[in-house]
């Protein structure tokens, strides 16, 4: 693996490769991107591609990337734009890309605004709440966790955060009448540390669920799209997400083996099945070629 660095007029990014460019087997590289998450967040399923040059980076203002521009916010456009120009840097486009969570968003603004980028996404489980039939009780259930953590910190954040993401079905009155998560039951700190600049849980991510799909564009796009969602993501909101906006592009979504962080290992604090998880990307991957 390589790290390299990437100056733009408002960011540094770091981004890593891992294998040759150009590439051994003359396929495109395999880019690899989330948010909130970083590129740390990609190390168990990177080593289960060894025959493939992967690509991972750490969005701006996260991880190794600093943010020079003075703004909080993760906003698709501009993280797409950071994806493109490390596209550019590598100059080895067209890429293969498996994007996550929020990073699945960003990968849609991407293939929107950049189409020649991407030949093949494969999206897992963006949490694009605007392609719900509930979109508006959605929104407000996604404000829920984020005033909880600013009125009582990330433990009462957190545990509001996992009871939306775990619920089933629509976001009824059932669920806003229901008592407020209890942090100590899911083993999450009850006292207030006074920090509320969670990438997750402030505001700085609301611009990503509250985007919305350019379908047209995308469908217009050169790009295979492949949306999917974890087994054990039936029923929950990502797997909602996934499933509608996949049935707007007009195909199937891809089951995937465990969760939404199902790529992860031990080190997630959460792992999955990255083995499982990896031999159903390398299908899907290998599917058109």
Do not use: C
């Not at 829920?144 to 629509?170: H, P, V």
């Amino acid at each position: 693996m390589t790290t390299h660095t990437l100056e733009l007029p408002d960011a540094t990014l770091t981004y890593d490769v891992h294998g040759p460019l150009p590439t051994a087997d003359g396929r495109p590289p395999l880019v690899m991107i989330g948010l909130p998450m970083d590129a740390s967040g990609f190390t168990a399923l990177a080593a289960h591609f060894p025959d493939r040059t992967v690509v991972t980076y750490d969005p701006r203002g996260l991880g190794r990337s600093v943010r020079t521009d003075g703004e909080v916010d993760n906003v698709p456009a501009v993280h797409a734009g950071d994806v493109h120009a490390i596209i550019e840097a590598i100059g080895a486009g067209p890429v293969e890309m498996f994007a996550s969570s929020g990073g699945a968003i960003v990968a849609l603004a991407l293939v929107t605004d950049h189409p020649t980028d991407v030949s093949t996404l494969v999206a897992h489980e963006p949490p694009l709440l605007t392609a719900l039939p509930d979109a508006a009780a959605a929104d407000r259930a996604a404000s829920g966790y984020r005033d909880a953590y600013a009125a009582k910190g990330f433990g009462a954040g957190m545990a509001t955060f996992i009871a939306m993401t775990s619920w089933q079905g629509e976001f009824t009155e059932e669920y806003f009448d229901a008592p407020a998560a209890d942090p100590a039951l899911f083993g999450l700190p009850v006292s207030d540390d006074g920090v509320r600049d969670d990438p997750l849980l402030s505001q700085r991510s609301r611009p990503v669920l509250g985007y919305r799909a350019d379908i047209a564009a995308l469908t217009a796009a050169p790009t295979r799209i492949v949306l999917g969602y974890g087994e054990e993501s039936k029923g929950t909101v990502t797997e909602r997400t996934s499933s509608a906006l996949a049935d707007q592009l007009g195909h199937q979504p891809v089951l995937f083996p465990s969760h939404h962080g199902g790529f992860t290992g031990p080190e997630s604090g959460y792992p999955g099945r990255p083995e499982a998880f990896a031999r159903t990307l390398h299908g899907v991957l290998d599917r058109i070629n």
